[in-house]
Structures are given as structure tokens and as C-alpha cells.
């Protein structure tokens, strides 16, 4: 699968799911407004899992965790950001596959995202903008989970 076709896949499999809980959180009242915690929760916690499968499928990857860096989280609208940077130790070009999550307050988890950075020089660095999914709250803090060079 092509880097532009595994993007999107990836992006449509994760507003399929934020779709999904938020449809389940605005179809009642009272009840469903007690229960949108724990259907946001959820959902986020399976658009976690979705993202570390899509992240599986990946043939022949390296574990390029100690590659990649993540640098402060900071709002940009609705939205959390944080700059991703990937440095390539081979003597190849590379394309790497990130996931990276979002944490609150004492490590809890608030969201994860996967970015994809291709044609990372060989001996080089490049970055890319890893946004939430949703809106967060609160002091926040962008985390490498796993990163995959391919």
C-alpha cells in the first residue's frame, strides 16, 4: 500500500471512530451526558488500538523509537499540536510511521495519533505536525509510543 493510500486509510479509520463516539455522545440527554466521559474515553481508547494495528501492519519496519523526537504540546485552535522529528540514521532515505499519543495530568491518556513522515534523508532530520483528533484540556504533553522506519 502507497504512503498517500496508507495515510489515508489511517486518517478515515480514525475519524470513523471520533464519528462514532461522538454520534453515541449527542443522541440523548441526562443520561448520555453523564455517560459522554466514558463513551469518549472508549472511543478514544479504540482509536488507540486502530492506530497501533494499522501500525503492525507495516512490513519489513525497524524500530526507530530512539530516531524520533517529539517536542512541546501547544493548542492551535481546537486542536493540540506538537512537532515531530524524525533523524535517519541509515544511508538511505527512509519513511517513517509514528504514533504518537497525547497525555494529561499525570500520564492519563487523552488521544493518539499516527503521522507519517516520507523521504527522510539519509543522515538527516525531518519534521511534521502530529494534531489531536479532538479538542483537549488541560496541560498536555505529546509522547513517542512506537515509530517505525520503513
Known sequence: MGARRRRRAVAALLALAATGAVAGA???CGAAEEAAGDIVSSASSAVASAARRKA???RDGANATAD????PAS???DRTVATVTATNPEDATADYT????FRGDGGTFLDTVVLTLDGVPAGASKSGTARSNRT???PT???IERALRH
Do not use: Q
Open 26 to 28: 449527542a443522541t440523548g
Open 136 to 138: 483537549l484540556t488541560g
Open 75 to 77: 493548542a492551535d485552535g
Open 98 to 101: 509514528v504514533l504518537v499519543t
Open 141 to 143: 504533553t505529546a509522547e
Open 68 to 71: 524520533v523526537t517529539a517536542g
Open 56 to 58: 503492525d501492519e507495516i
